[in-house]
Structure formats: C-alpha cells, structure tokens
C-alpha cells in the first residue's frame, strides 16, 4: 500500500513540475497562452482518464482471474485493485476539496 502511494504520490509531484513548467517558460500571458483554467481543466480530464483506465485494467484483471486465466496471478489482480482504489479515493478527495473551495468563493463579499 505504501508503494502505491509514493507511486501516486511521484506521478502528482511529476504533473505539478510539468504545470509548473509550462507557466515559467513565459512569464508574460499572451493571447496564444493557454489559461490556467485551461490548463487545470486539462489536468483534471487526464487525472479522471488516468483513474478511468486503472479501474477498467483491475476489472478485466479479475475477469480474466474468474474465467480461470492462469497468467493472471490473484496478486496482479489484488495491486490492481487496489491501485484503482486509491486513484478513486485520491481523485474523490480532490473533488471534496475543490467543491469546500468553490463554497467559500461563492460566500466571499464582493
């Protein structure tokens, strides 16, 4: 579990250097650079494709374990699951936060 963690853990420290290093190649915002709407909308539909694509690997792992694969090991199965599982609960948690985060906006005085 640990492991999966730190690897979810890398691959959201990954994305954040890329994000990061897009906005500081060019300090001055043109017309031609993408918003950071933008940008954020696109990292949030890859992390949802991202979650997507683990749990359709864990459900075909234990569809493939059920009709009686041997090629697929319960432990392939048991990491997959729970990889999803934690993608699910990071990505839900997110969601959590930016839901709070939209509340409070919207109860600022303007």
Known sequence: ??????????????????VGRSNSINNLP?????????QFGDLLTN????VNGLQQDAKQKVTAMEMGDRSVSLADVMIASQKSSVA???????????????????NMPV
């Open 30 to 38: 043109t017309q031609t650079q993408p918003t950071s709407s933008a």
């Open 88 to 106: 699910f609960e990071a990505t839900v948690q997110v969601r959590n936060k930016l839901v709070e985060a939209y509340k409070e906006i919207m």
């Open 1 to 18: 579990m640990k492991v999966q963690n730190s690897a979810l853990f890398q691959e959201m420290q990954a994305m954040a250097s890329e």
């Open 47 to 50: 992390a949802l494709d991202t």
